[in-house]
């Protein structure tokens, strides 16, 4: 069950993006890009439940960890760990860990770890970002070499933050969002279709969300992903609250459970 992997590329792509200026002399940073961040802060902690029905099948968490320097920027520190539980433990078990470095003014990532097993099936990556070439090497490779990359591209964790500071008020029911994702040695790209907005139950209360659905690439055309839906916070934060995939009988959920130090205050009603 990979946990991490349905949730992340599944959220909005910042549109507030601020020109970095000409580029750089040698021997000098990068000139990358300002976002604007109002999402998140250092210490967040998202926990969610992963169930069919009153099954329980696994939880995810989410980490903002930390405050640290990579190539001479400030940057944030992510961990997401995904685990099986129950019954789920017996058929597919499952512990994953992926870390990221992402520039705290750019939203970029700089460095990337993944390390899960599905199964018995593992997979170990350790990336490199160079985003002044806009290249990304794997030096878990037996011959690392230098991936071309399109320009701010995410990793799997880095989009679900980086797509946490879009400036969402003026979306349109229909409106389509794009990320590009370097996983695996390739890169994903996905759009979001939004679908308007939906008062979504929780053990807190009710709290207003918008509705998306995930476009993903089948060759060169996009296709809706069938049965898939996401609700995140119709707020500053995106926190997401909800995903179902709906299968042949019923349909398995992933529910947020426990947060803590949320950057904004949670408007949940009664």
Not at 35 to 50: C, D, T
Not at 97 to 105: L, N, P, R, V
Request: glycine share 6%; with cysteine; hydrophobic share 40%.
């Amino acid at each position: 069950m990979k946990l991490l992997t349905l949730l992340i590329p599944f959220f909005f792509l910042p549109s507030n993006v601020v020109d970095g200026g000409d580029a750089t002399l040698a021997n000098e940073q990068p000139a990358l890009r300002e976002i604007s961040n109002n999402a998140f802060n250092k210490g967040e902690y998202l926990k969610y439940r992963i169930h069919y029905g009153i099954i329980d099948a696994g939880i995810a968490e989410l980490s903002v960890k930390d405050i640290t320097s990579k190539n001479g920027r400030q940057v944030y520190h992510m961990v997401g760990k995904g685990r099986t539980t129950g019954m789920a433990e017996w058929f597919f078990k499952t512990r994953d860990t992926y870390e990221t470095y992402i520039d705290t003014k750019s939203i970029v990532p700089w460095e990337f770890v993944r390390d899960v097993d599905e199964g018995g099936y593992k997979i170990k990556r350790h990336v490199l970002f160079d985003h002044d070439a806009n290249t990304a090497k794997d030096i878990l490779e037996k011959k690392p070499k230098d991936y071309n990359v399109p320009e701010d591209v995410q990793d799997i964790l880095s989009a679900f933050y980086y797509a946490r500071c879009a400036e969402t008020e003026n979306m349109k029911p229909g409106d389509m969002l794009p990320i590009e994702i370097f996983m695996d040695h390739e890169i994903f790209p996905f759009q979001l279709k939004y679908l308007g907005t939906e008062r979504m139950k929780t053990e807190w209360g009710y709290i207003d969300c918008k509705k998306l659905i995930p476009v993903v690439q089948e060759g060169r055309v996009f296709r809706e992903e069938e049965g898939l839906t996401l609700w995140v916070t119709n707020d500053a934060n995106k926190i997401p609250i909800r995903l179902e995939a709906k299968l042949a009988v019923g349909s398995i959920k992933m529910d947020l459970m426990d947060f803590r130090n949320i950057r904004n205050p949670l408007q949940f009603k009664k």
